[in-house]
């Protein structure tokens, strides 16, 4: 199925592991031009070259950022088009904000996670909107949680973060929709990346039980009976950027293999 990307350039936020890897693969194997960023340079180099390893004749360039940070954002955004052109479509994500009560959430813990976790996403947008909406095409899809739907125990900090994100992202949608430009959420589910890994971690430790039961315990929640594989997010993801999806816009997408109670 041509998705119609094809020399589209493509910018995958926090992409040298986890759900951002697994994303800026499945693009550069549809031919975009894809660029790839994060804040350690080592994991970087490896990404970039699997990355490239996949690419179906697009372009794959890698930049080491700090998405807290709103000048290493805009010289990532101004780099990118340097080099690969306009951004056309942006995927942003970012890693979690760190798990923990109401009581365990400091005002620096709530602090980093509000810059980390949504300004992130607002400083990557604002910085590629204006080229979107002189050519009259843009995709951009931001990697939430399904706790859009339910708050997820434990997570404080996320829960909270994630609809602020998800606000923003649905008022911003019906602003841009003129310009040939949509803009949706993409709510992961348990997945098997090293963050699901970290916070399931947590979880056992606040249970009193092993990370080997936590994750025996999260797949029994899960109709399915399994984890997602990062893959199978990140093909989500690329069918949102794609022409097919082109009247989906203002959407929170849940994808958990079922696990969500609410509609």
Known sequence: MDLGIAGKVALVGASANGLGLATAERFAMEGCDVAICDVNAAA??????RVAGAAAGGRVQGWQV????????????????????????LVTNSGGPPPGSFEDSTDAKWQLSFELTFLSAVRLIRGVLPGMKERKWGRIVNFTSRALREPIPNLMLSNAIRLAVAGMAKTLAAEVAPYGITVNNLGPGPTSTDRALELAAARAAKKGISLDDELKATESRIPRGRMARPEEQAAVAVFLASEMASHITGAGLIVDGGETGSL
Do not use: C
């Open 44 to 49: 970087l180099d490896a990404a970039r070259e």
């Open 66 to 89: 700090d998405l807290r940070d709103a000048s290493s954002i805009e010289r990532l955004v101004s780099s990118v088009t340097e080099e690969l052109g306009p951004v056309d479509i």
